[in-house]
């Protein structure tokens, strides 16, 4: 019999609209819980053999050599190569992370389903980011905790710590976003990092103070970016820099914007992630 005879509407028919869509926020929170779960599922490599090679950083060049270095800025040595020991251990990690994450699912395919869910351009964004994030930010508390004992480092601004550290690591795995998308390989991966980003850290005032080098090497230690970053996060060990406090912050908060922005940008139109 029909509704019209008294009995009530008809039942709904299944089909669109006969269940509710999934949120978005549910989605990203699966994508990064998925990329904090591969770090932690894969942790010899991803957390422990990068805080072992940085605890032998400090121990070969702190403590064996320490001793006959003379103190540098007020500071003993081993105390001072600790903040940019520490920052290149996690924008390290926060880079490699993130840029083989986003190339494997690339190779693999299943970045399509990750485009396919239903989820913003910024949550897919923030999903990848915070992978790298939790990785770096694990091996650097880690770090913090060998280095404390060995070298007593202080930490003499904690907030400006903190948001150095945010700032870099974030910077880097937007960084990492990027080269993953665009990289064709595994070999481009390796290059960026081997070729670019480790001499830049190494030539970023990590073992020096740049107030000790002659010129035109001292003007030369300004125009690297990495400098600026390293420098802010010995600012927060230390309470001292090479260069104003207000400058390295805002050259790498500058600098963090501008990579968010760019992988933000490549999520938003899907170049070379949509076929």
Excluded at 81 to 86: C, F, H, K, R, T
Excluded at 206 to 219: A, D, M
Excluded at 233 to 257: I, P
């Amino acid at each position: 019999m029909s509704a019209a005879a008294g009995l009530g509407p008809a039942p709904a028919r299944a089909g669109a609209g006969a269940y509710p869509s999934p949120h978005p926020g549910r989605s990203m929170r699966a994508l990064a819980l998925r990329e904090c779960r591969r770090v932690t599922r894969l942790w010899t490599q991803t957390i422990l053999a990068p805080v072992v090679s940085s605890a032998l950083f400090i121990l070969v060049f702190g403590l064996s050599l320490g001793s006959r270095i003379d103190a540098i800025d007020g500071f003993d040595y081993d105390v001072f190569i600790v903040p940019g020991l520490i920052a290149m251990a996690m924008a390290q990690a926060a880079f490699s992370n993130n840029s083989s994450s986003l190339l494997q699912a690339r190779n693999d395919r299943y970045v399509n389903d990750v485009l396919a869910a239903p989820m913003h351009p910024w949550q897919m964004n923030l999903g990848y980011l915070l992978g790298g994030v939790f990785r770096s930010l694990v091996i650097g508390v880690a770090l913090v905790v060998i280095a404390l004992p060995l070298t007593g480092v202080p930490i003499e601004r904690p907030l400006h710590l903190l948001a150095a550290t945010l700032l870099l690591v974030v910077l880097f795995a937007a960084l990492g976003v990027v080269v993953g998308i665009y990289a064709q390989s595994y070999d481009h991966h390796s290059f960026i990092n081997n070729i670019l980003i480790l001499p830049l850290t190494f030539l970023g005032g990590v073992f020096y103070s740049i107030s000790i080098l002659p010129s035109p090497w001292q003007e030369l230690s300004h125009a690297n970016p990495i400098f600026y970053m390293v420098d802010a996060v010995r600012y927060g060990f230390l309470g001292a820099g090479d260069v104003d406090v207000g400058l390295a912050f805002g050259f790498t908060a500058l600098v963090a914007a501008a990579m968010v922005g760019w992988a933000q940008w490549l999520f938003q139109t899907g170049r070379r992630l949509k076929p």
